[in-house]
């Protein structure tokens, strides 16, 4: 008994902590970066530092306003870029302005 869940617990653990379909989608990060801007007219929107198991990496986000595409690259310190999500139909949210004085 305890031989069988200790195999099912390995192989759902092992199975939780493979790298995602997507990591496949790696390259140098100026060659990523090429490809966005010539195939599908990406600009970079925004990007931020993200913590990845005890390392630090770069999370950005490129975008089309002329097609509504947009990708998001993760790009380690050795100077590799993942794509972890594409998609279509990006839209900006714009914040709401609250107009100053007395409310009437």
Same mark, same amino acid.
């Given at each position: 008994?305890? =031989?069988?869940?200790?195999?099912?617990? %390995?192989? $759902? @653990?092992?199975?939780?902590?493979?790298?995602? !379909?997507? #990591?496949?989608?790696?390259?140098?990060?100026?060659?990523?970066?090429?490809?966005? =801007?010539?195939?599908?007219?990406?600009? %970079?929107? $925004? @990007?931020?530092?993200?913590?990845?198991?005890? !390392?630090? #990496?770069?999370?950005?986000?490129?975008?089309?306003?002329?097609?509504?595409?947009?990708?998001?690259?993760?790009?380690?310190?050795?100077?590799?870029?993942?794509?972890?999500?594409?998609?279509?139909?990006?839209?900006?949210?714009?914040?709401?302005?609250?107009?100053?004085?007395?409310?009437?």
């Amino acid at each position: 008994m305890f =031989k069988r869940l200790f195999g099912i617990s %390995l192989a $759902f @653990g092992m199975a939780a902590t493979a790298p995602p !379909a997507f #990591a496949q989608s790696c390259a140098e990060r100026e060659d990523v970066i090429a490809k966005l =801007k010539g195939s599908y007219s990406e600009e %970079l929107v $925004f @990007g931020g530092l993200q913590k990845t198991r005890g !390392a630090q #990496a770069v999370m950005e986000v490129w975008t089309s306003k002329e097609t509504g595409s947009y990708t998001v690259l993760v790009t380690r310190a050795n100077g590799i870029s993942c794509i972890v999500a594409v998609g279509t139909d990006f839209f900006e949210a714009i914040p709401k302005i609250e107009p100053k004085g007395q409310p009437s």
